[in-house]
């Protein structure tokens, strides 16, 4: 019987023995194996077949389709995730097929990896990692992985604003949020970030000249900015003050 044939067969109720006919024909190649391990009605005992049979069981592809099997038995499921590199481990954090320990496990792996990974490795990680790893790649404060960071859907409001106030964050990572337009459309990021001294300057004054009147006289009041921003808020009011003025006198 033909690989393809054998492939078409296996159900539900495959058993290991009918596996071995698989795994055993002179036909059969790693897509075939991959491609068994496509259909969600694979079962366990198949799975833990296919996990030790020695033609197969050293194939990185195959490590990592199993261990993305929902149903690949915990314990094979996590001793073959210790053998992932990072992007699989990305992939299995965010397969909803999979039960959570799974999930968190391969997140933890994630994070346990983080500083061997290079930095362009970080960046692309940081485009689309889980949650956890969010939070320790931003308290790297990397410019270029922030950069990735401010693109993920998984970061939220408030790590944003943390960042945008932490002070001892170097300049260029604040200068790439003060570039995002997503983060800097909203109002507490982009106060944090002009309270903050260490905001280079131009972007604090560019975001400062964004504000409306009512907000700039609330720093202004609050005695917290920068020395030169301070004088800005103070020229900005003034400014806007004599336009006013005018308004009313050609009324």
């Known amino acids: 019987m033909d690989p393809r044939d054998l ?19 002179p036909g059969t190649e790693e ?74 496990a391969a997140e933890s792996h994630l994070l346990a990896k983080l500083s061997k990974l290079e930095m362009g490795e ?28 401010l693109m993920n859907p998984r970061i939220r409001e408030a790590e944003v604003v943390r960042l945008a106030e932490d002070t001892n964050v170097p300049s260029e990572a604040l200068r790439v949020l003060a570039r995002s337009e997503r983060w800097c459309s909203r109002y507490t990021v982009k106060m944090a970030l002009v309270k903050n001294r260490r905001t280079p300057v131009h972007a604090a004054l560019t975001l400062l000249g964004s504000l409306p009147r009512r907000e700039i006289e609330k720093l202004v009041s609050s005695a917290a900015l920068p020395r030169i921003v301070l004088i800005r808020a103070h020229q900005l009011l003034e400014r806007n003050h004599f336009r006013f003025i005018d308004r009313g006198n050609r009324v």
């Not at 485009?127 to 410019?143: D, G, I, K, M, T």
């Open 7 to 25: 492939l078409h067969s296996i159900g539900a109720d495959t058993t290991a023995a009918d596996m071995v006919t698989l795994l055993e024909h």
């Open 122 to 149: 970080k960046i692309s990680l940081a485009r689309s990692a889980p949650a956890r790893v969010v939070s320790q790649l931003l308290e790297e404060s990397q410019p270029l992985v922030i950069d990735a960071l």
């Open 31 to 104: 897509a075939h194996i991959l491609a068994a391990l496509r259909n969600r009605n694979f079962p366990s005992a198949a799975i833990e077949a296919l996990a030790r049979h020695e033609r197969w069981n050293g194939r990185y592809r195959v490590k990592a389709a199993i261990v993305n099997h929902p149903k690949a038995p915990k314990t094979l499921a996590l001793r073959l995730m210790s053998l992932l590199f990072w992007k699989e481990l990305l992939r299995t954090s965010a397969n909803y097929r999979l039960s959570m320990p799974i999930r968190i």
